[in-house]
C-alpha cells in the first residue's frame, strides 16, 4: 500500500512519535511493508476456521472466582502522596477540569 511521508507524519503525530527528518522515507516503506502484508492476510479465507486462542492444544488452568477480603479505602491511600476525597490526587494533563 503506497503511503504518502505526510500521512507517516500524520500517523507518528498521533502515536506521539518523535521521528528523525532522515528516518521518515525508511519508516514510510517499512509501513507500506506492514500494510502491504496486512492486505495479504486479510485475503486468506478464514471462513471454515476455528478460532483458537493458542496453535498447540493448551488447556488455561482457571482459578474459581471467590470473594476475598479486599484492601479497605484507608489503607489503599496510606502511602499516596496526593489522597484527594478517598481517591488517588493525579496531576491535571487536560485544560478545562477541575483540581
Given at each position: 500500500m503506497a503511503l504518502s511521508e505526510?500521512?507517516?507524519k500524520h500517523v507518528?503525530?498521533?502515536a506521539r512519535l518523535r521521528l528523525e527528518t532522515g528516518d521518515i522515507a525508511q519508516v514510510t516503506r517499512d509501513l507500506g511493508r506492514v500494510l502491504d502484508y496486512m492486505?495479504?492476510?486479510n485475503a486468506v479465507d478464514t471462513e471454515n476456521v476455528e478460532p483458537t486462542?493458542?496453535?498447540i492444544g493448551l488447556a488455561m488452568p482457571l482459578r474459581e472466582d471467590r470473594v476475598k477480603p479486599s484492601l479497605t479505602a484507608e489503607a489503599a491511600l496510606?502511602?499516596?502522596p496526593?489522597?484527594?476525597d478517598n481517591?488517588?490526587?493525579v496531576p491535571r494533563i487536560m485544560d478545562g477540569g477541575d483540581s
Open positions: 505526510e500521512q507517516v507518528a503525530r498521533l492486505t495479504q492476510l486462542m493458542h496453535v496510606k502511602n499516596a496526593d489522597p484527594r481517591m488517588f490526587g
